[in-house]
């Protein structure tokens, strides 16, 4: 077998040592015992020698100028974190709360933990399973924190930050899991959907918003289906997903009474309200929803 001297560095090293073995073990063997009826003398034997021994040194020379190709690995990408924060619990006499997400910070006031891990993972209450009991206490687990992060204006980014201060400085191990969990089903009812059809004003189409006008209004211009099903899955006791398979941009105005309103309150309850005032449905169902497993939280750490 013949190999062309541009390829001998391609082998495997396992190929050269058998290969040298062959030379060496019969080929040199036969001839230095004159099997092959040429006689030597004693320099053709010191020449055959030294072949024989470079044919043995090759394999391991050449293996050790093969050398294994490193794969450069990047460095891993750095954990978002806000430049300082502060978490403290409330003030018992504070009056309100709230979570906000301002260019380059996190704002929390007197706000319950568990409304805190709803925020900053934008899920209701029923998507987060395995909450111990102090985290639901809202008399007493309540907190006021301030984050920082300088030229950070997307919210998305501040969110994962939050997540990450939630982590540190709450030890808050969670997971994700889907559950089948009951939802309501927003669809047309009987008679047809109620609701007008948002003129054409040259804006796109379904890009207006929804605005809450005080307990028990909402009014909107120029949205779309999916919209409202987001939006009253905040006021209704479970998730709404959108089956009604309407695709026009609507304007609509939604009156009903809030759970905790009065006595004296003649407005309908929200499922009776949606169907009346926007021929929809809310139909009661199971369905697969994602929620959050809570496996492990701490009170927080002093700053």
């Known amino acids: ?19 040298a073995k062959d030379i060496s073990s019969s080929r040199i063997e036969g001839i230095m015992a004159n099997r092959f009826g040429r006689r030597l003398d004693f320099g053709n034997r010191l020449l055959l020698a ?91 687990a309540r907190f006021d924190i301030n984050a920082k992060a ?37 669809t047309q009812a009987k008679n047809g959907v109620r609701v007008k059809v948002a003129p054409d004003d040259g804006s796109p189409r379904g890009s207006g918003a ?20 987001k939006v009253l899955s905040r006021y209704a006791d479970r998730p709404v997903l959108n089956k009604t398979n309407y695709t026009e941009a609507f304007t609509f105005n939604l009156e009903w009474a809030p759970d905790d309103s009065q006595p004296d309150d003649v407005r309908p309850s929200l499922l009776a309200a949606v169907q009346k005032q926007m021929g929809l449905k809310l139909d009661p169902r199971k369905a697969p929803i994602d929620v959050l497993v809570i496996d492990r939280i701490e009170r927080p750490s002093e700053n």
Do not use: C
């Open 1 to 19: 077998m013949e190999i062309p001297p541009e390829d001998i560095y391609g082998l495997p090293e396992k190929f050269m040592t058998n290969l």
């Open 50 to 140: 030294t072949v024989a021994t470079l044919a043995v040194a090759a394999p391991i020379a050449v293996g050790g100028m093969i050398t294994p190709r490193v794969q450069a690995q990047s460095p891993p990408a750095a954990r978002p974190v806000f430049d300082v924060a502060s978490v403290r619990p409330s003030d018992p006499n504070e009056r309100g709360d709230w979570v906000h997400f301002p260019p380059g910070r996190l704002e929390v006031r007197n706000a319950p933990l568990i409304f805190v891990i709803q925020q900053i993972y934008g899920v209701r209450d029923f998507q987060i399973v395995g909450a111990p009991k102090w985290i639901v206490d809202r008399n007493t």
């Open 150 to 186: 300088e030229g950070v204006t997307d919210e998305g980014h501040l969110r994962l930050m939050a997540q990450n201060l939630l982590e540190d400085r709450f030890r808050l191990k969670l997971h994700r899991e889907t559950r089948d969990l009951p939802v309501y089903l927003l």
């Open 210 to 229: 929804i605005e809450f006008v005080v307990p028990g209004q909402l009014q909107g211009e120029n949205v779309a289906m999916d919209q409202l099903a």
